[in-house]
């Protein structure tokens, strides 16, 4: 009797394996699996739908696939982006095995418009660093929360993560663990050691009836704080301005990253700061001003 050939997974069980391999073996961050897995299951209900087996499929049935995203007017960016997706799963189905070749190589990348990140104004930051109430507990916590993001430019997630041990006040220095679980260490300055030291000895304590034992910020009931507490309590101090640009954490960031370029600051130092693997990545900051390049100019060029 011959040998009984086993079938094939069922792509479903690949993707969950690939899901698996990224948080696993990559180590990527629940956000960024779960955007994977998202953009896979459409592609997958796609496929039922076309009748199309996702294991052997070509290039055009993928172009296909594209089209129908843009016919049902999906964003260029978010095209690009489940393109992308499929562009890591199906290197990942080559080297297990499940598919010879990747049906993704021939296909380019759609073009997206390129998007300089918001950064806030010069007036609205300085209103906004002192507008939460330094004689309550949650105002002295929200001035630590945006001293921070600004003094930093760490990300919102690294923000909420922090616990007590990751905080050296008197070297004025916190470690942050960013994507892909990798720590890096960032200075910041006089300023914002004293708020966070004031609200750590005096509001800290004070936020609910039990304190989580680890984490630097603190909710109202005394738990940790949350990313989305950390963006609704920056609509509320915007609103209390009267401000009506949209402002988020990650605009901060870009805020942080933007002053430091336009103050001397080389692109590698930035990176570095800001937890980025690929320098390109930190590119995207060298939006100065057009005044900006001028005044640099004008001051470092010997015959201007």
Request: with cysteine; net charge positive; hydrophobic share 40%.
């Amino acid at each position: 009797m011959g040998d009984i050939m086993s079938a094939d997974p069922a792509p479903t069980q690949i993707v969950d394996e690939f899901l698996a391999h990224l948080r696993v073996d990559r180590n990527l961050s629940p956000h960024t699996v779960a955007a994977y897995a998202s953009d896979l299951a459409g592609f997958i209900a796609w496929a039922e739908r076309a009748g199309v087996d996702p294991l052997h499929t070509d290039h055009r049935t993928l172009r296909r696939y594209l089209g129908d995203l843009d016919r049902a007017r999906y964003a260029r960016r978010t095209v690009a982006r489940r393109l992308a997706a499929l562009r890591t799963f199906y290197r990942f189905c080559v080297n297990r095995g499940y598919t010879p070749t990747s049906p993704v190589v021939a296909l380019a990348t759609p073009k997206v418009p390129s998007h300089l990140p918001g950064i806030a104004s010069g007036d609205l930051l300085t209103r906004l660093l002192d507008t939460p109430d330094a004689s309550s507990p949650l105002g002295l916590r929200d001035r630590a929360i945006l001293e921070l993001l600004y003094a930093t430019g760490i990300r919102v997630s690294e923000l909420v993560g922090l616990d007590l041990g990751d905080i050296d006040l008197a070297q004025g220095l916190i470690t942050v663990m960013g994507k892909g679980s990798r720590e890096r260490t960032v200075p910041i300055h006089p300023v914002a050691v004293r708020r966070l030291r004031a609200y750590l000895e005096q509001a800290r304590g004070r936020l609910g009836k039990q304190c989580d034992d680890r984490a630097v910020f603190l909710n109202r009931l005394g738990g940790r704080l949350t990313d989305g507490g950390v963006r609704r309590m920056l609509d509320r101090h915007l609103a209390t301005l009267g401000a009506e640009a949209a402002l988020t954490p990650h605009a901060l960031r870009h805020t942080f990253a933007t002053h430091l370029l336009e103050g001397g600051a080389d692109l590698r130092t930035v990176q570095e700061l800001l937890g980025h693997v690929a320098l390109s990545t930190t590119q995207i900051y060298t939006h100065l001003s057009t005044k900006h390049l001028r005044d640099v100019h004008k001051g470092a060029h010997p015959r201007a």
